[in-house]
C-alpha cells in the first residue's frame, strides 16, 4: 500500500434529483473524480443536484474548488444544487470558504431532497 488516498463516488436517482456520494478524502488526488461524475451528470440535465458529501472525512481547497465549479454551473443551468455535509471537516471547509452562500447545505439527503421539494 503506497497510503494513496481514495474516493469512491456513486450516482444514483432518488424522485426530483440525482445524487452523487462521495466517500473517502476529497483532495488534489481525488477531486478530479468528483468533478467528472458530477459534470456526466449535470450534462444530462436533471431536475436537481444532490452532492452527498457525508462520506468524505478530509476537504482540502481542490475539494472547495469542485463545489464552486458545481454551484457555477448549476446556478447557469437554472437546477437546484443540495450539499449534504454533517461532518466537521467538510462543514469547517464549507463555512470558512463561505460556500454556504452559494449553495443549501443539509445534514441527510433526506433533509435535501425535502428542501428541493419544498420549492427551492
Not at 37 to 60: E, N, S, Y
Not at 65 to 94: C, K, M, N, W
Amino acid at each position: 500500500m503506497t497510503g494513496e488516498r481514495t474516493l469512491t463516488v456513486r450516482v444514483r436517482t432518488v424522485p426530483g434529483a440525482v445524487v452523487v456520494a462521495a466517500d473517502g478524502d476529497l483532495d488534489l488526488g481525488t477531486a478530479p473524480v468528483l468533478r467528472a461524475r458530477a459534470k456526466a451528470v449535470l450534462a444530462d440535465r436533471p431536475g436537481a443536484l444532490v452532492v452527498d458529501l457525508g462520506g468524505i472525512g478530509f476537504c482540502g481547497s481542490a475539494g472547495l474548488q469542485v463545489l464552486a465549479e458545481i454551484a457555477a454551473e448549476t446556478t447557469a443551468d437554472g437546477v437546484p444544487l443540495a450539499v449534504v455535509a454533517d461532518g466537521y471537516a467538510v462543514l469547517r471547509a464549507v463555512r470558512i470558504s463561505r460556500l454556504d452562500e452559494a449553495f443549501a447545505v443539509h445534514a441527510t439527503v433526506d433533509d435535501a431532497c425535502a428542501w428541493i421539494r419544498g420549492g427551492s
